[in-house]
């Protein structure tokens, strides 16, 4: 057998012995015997079946606000479950706890009188806000407005539209064309000019709605520009486009305000939500919808539409029990005003490090948010497997950054903990 038959042979090995699991946005040659496979959290930690302790600076995929394992969250899952677990919300059904969520989550909304609409999670959302874009102008008379603008970076999920108006442009390749959904372009992230020049080059009655995130999260954790999203929200009532924000990260306190909207003084048409709603402790997702969309579906008249719309687990009550309980810590704990609070000492630790370390070139904080960009030729995977060594996690971003956003339950000394672990991987990454 001849060396290069002896690799394919252990190759072959390797992937029959793999996992049956196919991970999700995963190089999958490369990750490979190198899984971490979670078996529990405490806190803001988790520990690996290795028995590897790790401070979740992640929270997960952004979304373990009030840390994991939390007792009142895992009981309000069981004694739900034992009432009833779930049962649809369709036609003239419902459900107690989907319909108490509901009353919950328009009185948080950052629009006056909102309707909401549930569903399993962000991408879900961004599907359901885009159809109900379209389908908005359609009842308008307006046929013609039909596209979706997003932002240079932006990450709305994995679905359909979300692939579609993906600002990063590898979430999009490889699916025959540029666009699963062919009615989308792009706008510039940071440059309000660009972005009207867009609208103008498309002609405003072909748009029906602007997407953005508040702060961008995989794009590499990016702030808007000062005036950025002031200045979107006027060119999209100036040319009678909606307004779509993504707050499925940023919702629920992670800004610092229940919505992001709130802290930038924006006032949308549509909002959709997931992550924190439950805290990542059930999958549940949604839109938060103004008047202007929802009151011609709520008109008494032969001629009053059907948004055509709907999941199996939209509504799911244990779901909805268990977002009610995760709602109630973050208003008893205080733990939206604790993020601002952190975000400062975010803030300060992340300057520091920057000053200190060659090699980081960029920080941006933006709640209890943050992104550090590293110089090119260091880099941030093999940055964030040294962290993981030095038992924390962190996870690379676009623009060679990482990510901080632990739970708002952490102390300020463990956020200063943190970032020290990130600083060590990245002096010893950068000294090898």
Request: aromatic share 6%; proline share 5%; with cysteine.
């Amino acid at each position: 057998m001849t060396l290069t038959d002896a690799h394919a042979a252990t190759d072959a090995a390797r992937v029959l012995d793999a996992p049956a699991l196919w991970s999700a946005q995963a190089h999958m040659p490369s990750i490979l015997g190198r899984q971490l496979v979670i078996d529990r959290g405490e806190g803001s930690y988790v520990f690996t079946t290795e028995g590897q302790r790790l401070f979740d600076g992640t929270a997960g995929l952004w979304h373990a606000n009030v840390g994991h394992a939390h007792p009142e969250l895992a009981r309000a899952a069981f004694e739900q479950m034992q009432r009833l677990e779930t049962y649809h919300i369709f036609a003239r059904y419902s459900n107690d706890k989907a319909l108490e969520l509901g009353e919950r989550l328009a009185a948080l909304a950052p629009m006056e009188r909102a309707k909401v609409i549930l569903n399993s999670g962000g991408s879900d959302a961004i599907d359901v806000a885009c159809k109900l874009a379209r389908r908005h102008w359609q009842q308008q008379g307006r046929p013609t407005k039909q596209i979706i603008l997003s932002r240079e970076h932006a990450y709305h999920g994995l679905h359909a539209y979300g692939t579609s108006i993906a600002g990063l442009p590898f979430n999009r390749e490889g699916y025959g064309t540029e666009s699963l959904v062919p009615e989308t372009a792009r706008v510039s992230f940071d440059d309000l000019a660009q972005v009207e020049e867009t609208i103008e080059r498309l002609g405003a009655d072909r748009i029906a709605a602007i997407v953005a995130e508040p702060v961008q999260g995989t794009g590499g954790v990016n702030p808007p520009e000062p005036g950025y999203l002031e200045g979107l929200q006027r060119l999209a009532r100036e040319h009678d486009i909606l307004l779509v924000l993504d707050e499925v990260i940023t919702g629920f306190g992670r800004t610092g305000e229940m919505f992001a909207a709130e802290r930038f003084g924006i006032e949308p048409d549509l909002v959709t939500f997931a992550k924190g709603v439950t805290s990542g402790y059930a999958p549940l997702g949604g839109v938060l919808v103004a008047p202007r969309l929802w009151e011609p579906f709520y008109v008494d008249a032969p001629d009053t539409p059907v948004f055509r719309h709907g999941a199996t687990y939209a509504g799911h009550a244990t779901a909805a029990a268990v977002a009610l309980a995760n709602l109630d810590i973050l208003e008893r704990d205080g733990l939206v005003p604790r993020v601002r609070e952190l975000e400062e000492v975010l803030r300060r630790e992340l300057e520091a490090l920057r000053e200190r370390q060659e090699a980081v070139v960029d920080v941006r904080v933006a709640g209890f948010l943050g992104g550090i960009s590293l110089d090119e030729r260091l880099g941030n995977e093999r940055v964030a497997d040294r962290a993981v060594d030095l038992g924390v996690i962190t996870r690379p971003l676009r623009g060679n950054t990482l990510q901080l956003s632990p739970p708002f339950i952490v102390s300020d000394r463990e956020v200063v903990d943190y970032v020290a672990a990130i600083e060590q991987a990245i002096v010893e990454e950068a000294g090898r």
